[in-house]
């Protein structure tokens, strides 16, 4: 399996139309980012690690973006060139810890909690922007969506995110969660599985 070494991971809080609504958000103006360390990275069939420190460890089932080549203030209709791949990404969080902060850097940055999948060529991906996304918690459907609901296309987050900061091959952008997070125990395997992209099961221990 390829594996991914981003020098950062940039992630983009709620992004799609049902969470917002599931979470009684009102829809985001401009995206809203946060980091995760590299040293949360897991891969394909790696454990995560439910943290002593939280109560309420949840899944966020995820596409990833990994980009190809070096960009900064890229526009939106150049972003695709800078784009090297796709994977199946899950942003663990730690929902208690991330009400109680404010700041969502604890709840999001423990070790293990981005697992993530091989990368599947921009290439071979025509529309990221319409592929179905669904997340099973022990083989029970637990999130069932589409790219095509996220408020903001892979394209315009490339572009905002490289307004913010200059972007390296092999960075990851996580592009936000659908409707249907929940809670995972120890013992439990969580699988992201999208359309045309592949799938990631990992077990919590
Ligand atoms: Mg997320």
Redesign the pocket.
Known sequence: MNRIKPSKIV?????YRQHAREFDMPVPEEPVIFLKPPSALIYDGDEIVYPPLTRELHY?A?LGVVIGRTCRNVSTEDARGFIDGYVCAN?V?ARDLQRKDGQWSRA?SFDTFCPVGRTVAARDTPDPNRLRIRAFLNDRLVQDSNTSDMIFSVEQIVSFVSSVMTLFPQDLI?T??PQG?GPMQKGDRIRIVIEGIGDISNRVV
């Open positions: 992630c983009v809080g709620l992004n966020e995820e942003d969080t999001k996580l936000g969660t997070v």
